[in-house]
């Protein structure tokens, strides 16, 4: 960005949107000076470490909000942005260094410029909870947390998860399978992240009636956790983890490595069938429900004709 002779006065910025594609945390939002013609402006986005002061800058696109005025009247039409986070490549090619990371974003319009923490104003469809994913190997996973900051509401990346520690534990692709014999029995395997005291995880399944299921844990040493999930009631089954250090009273998703195929058992006569697949969040839920069998023969029925 240009060398500017004078600085911004108010900058009016909000984050529309944050959302995780594949492994990129991408955040949308507008900015605009107020007072100012904001035709044709430009932005900057940089993540600065917390403890260091290190900074490096993301990828922006500027996008187009012809709707957009300013509280003085002034069209904005240029004044929407989308920042791209790629974690594994920011840090000049190498992945980001773990630490906190606050969100700065740079205005410039026309000879003026000015740089502003970013997040606090967010519109309404942006909740504010923390959004987590993995990148890496499965055996040598990172997570990467955007979260809004406690004390000034701005948007930052806790990487490596420190701050988040039921986030990093979210990051951590398990080993999910079925138990051979009898109702659908999930096995969960993972291991837990370095400072994550093993003794503190628990697993369990809720479905959308508020319904839970406990899984039996199990400690096999070296961090290696396990589960057992007996699913024994229709429903949609969200499987989560929880810490029990200020963790989320419901728990935070656990993410499998590789889905297992479906399974299929019988109660009495009753055939029941249980699917395991991923949510929207990339969660591990299970689909358990009775086989309709009429539905099943009248489908098979229609097909051969």
Not at 95 to 102: E, K, N, R, S, T
Request: net charge neutral.
């Amino acid at each position: 960005m240009h060398s500017a002779s004078t600085a911004l006065s108010a900058v009016r910025h909000r984050i529309t949107g944050v959302r995780v594609e594949k492994e990129t945390l991408v955040v949308t939002g507008y900015a605009y000076a107020d007072g100012t013609p904001n035709e044709r402006a430009g932005f900057q986005a940089e993540l600065r470490n917390r403890s260091t002061a290190r900074t490096y800058r993301l990828s922006v696109s500027r996008t187009a909000t012809p709707q957009l005025v300013s509280e003085s009247g002034q069209a904005c039409p240029d004044s929407g942005f989308d920042l791209v986070l790629n974690a594994k490549e920011l840090a000049e090619g190498a992945q980001l260094p773990a630490g906190v990371w606050d969100l700065y974003l740079t205005l410039a319009v026309g000879d003026s410029e000015n740089t502003v923490r970013i997040g606090a104003e967010r519109a309404p469809e942006v909740s504010g909870d923390a959004v987590s994913y993995g990148i890496g190997s499965k055996d040598n996973a990172t997570c990467v947390v955007g979260f809004f900051d406690s004390e000034d509401g701005g948007f930052s990346v806790d990487m490596g998860g420190g701050l988040h520690p039921e986030h990093a534990m979210s990051a951590v692709p398990v080993s999910a399978t079925w138990q051979r014999g009898g109702d659908a029995v999930m096995l969960i395997k993972f291991s837990a992240l370095p400072g994550v005291d093993p003794s503190t995880v628990s697993v369990h399944a809720v479905n959308e009636a508020g319904e839970r299921i406990p899984a039996q844990m199990n400690r096999e040493g070296k961090g290696v956790i396990s589960g057992t999930l007996r699913f024994a009631s229709s429903g949609e089954w969200r499987v989560l983890h929880t810490l029990n250090s200020g963790d989320s009273p419901e728990g935070n998703s656990v993410r499998a490595g590789k889905l297992p195929a479906p399974t299929r058992w019988r109660r009495g006569l009753a055939p029941w069938y249980a699917k395991p697949y991923s949510a929207k969040n990339g969660g591990l839920t299970v689909r358990v429900a009775k086989v309709d069998v009429i539905g099943a023969v009248k489908r098979a029925a229609r097909g051969a004709r």
